[in-house]
């Protein structure tokens, strides 16, 4: 069917059922839209089902994203602490608010608010996971003392999220090179990494300082940008930078 709003591809995933994507076979479907009015700005949302986890997984859309290319993308990745309670342990918070802030401000955009609390180890062991960084251990120690590795986030149903949505190419607002380079491996053409770097405080620098340290994220608290590759565009004046 011919997609020209938002609105159809709820009815042309009534029976979506795929093979799915990646190892874990992730599949959804969109299950309804509406508007969403929020202090950043006029968005529209959509609510996808997946066959993984059943877990409700959200896109927060600005603009007409439908057959775009280059559309200015963040996938975050749920932290009820960060998000709703404002714990400055982590700095997930300040990089939604400032993204939707962002997005509120251009013409097109799109936010991927995923359900995987904790890096995907859920909010109970992330509680756990707290509680021996309180007793010294770092992010990653504490993640791999529980038994996990250090992230068990699983950017396929992103992917396919993207897809669902006929966006044709993303320019990702991310520090994490995991997250570029799982989204590429599902498909998904990834334009640009736009930096997304947030000030530290004086609770949460030392856990920035292991996401750059141990997990590889590209995070420069001087400013400078890190390019994922030497052919990837350079930032200039005037483009999405933080």
Wanted: hydrophobic residues 40%.
């Amino acid at each position: 069917m011919e997609i020209k709003q938002l609105e159809d591809l709820a009815v042309r995933d009534k029976d979506h059922d795929c093979d799915g994507i990646g190892p874990s076979k992730a599949c959804v479907r969109v299950e309804a839209v509406a508007d969403l009015p929020t202090r950043f700005g006029n968005f529209r949302i959509v609510a996808f089902w997946n066959n993984r986890d059943a877990k409700e997984h959200v896109a927060i859309v600005r603009g007409n994203i439908l057959d775009a290319e280059n559309v200015p993308t963040r996938v975050h990745s749920e932290c009820l602490t960060g998000d709703a309670i404002g714990s400055l342990r982590c700095d997930c918070r300040d990089q939604l608010e400032v993204a939707l802030e962002r997005m509120g401000a251009l013409e097109q955009g799109l936010v991927l608010y995923l359900r995987q609390e904790g890096r995907g180890i859920g909010l109970i062991n992330k509680v756990r996971a707290y509680a021996l960084q309180d007793q010294g251990l770092d992010t990653v120690e504490a993640n791999v003392a529980l038994g996990f590795r250090d992230d068990e986030r699983d950017y396929a149903i992103a992917a396919h999220m993207i897809m669902s949505l006929n966006v044709k190419s993303i320019e990702l607002m991310t520090n994490n090179p995991r997250k570029v380079e799982q989204l590429t491996q599902h498909g998904v053409r990834v334009a640009r990494r736009v930096p997304h770097l947030i000030p530290p405080n004086v609770h949460n620098r030392f856990y920035l300082e292991t996401k750059r340290d141990r997990s590889g994220h590209y995070i420069d608290f001087s400013g400078k940008p890190h390019l994922m590759e030497q052919s990837d565009p350079v930032l200039v004046d005037g483009m999405i930078e933080s």
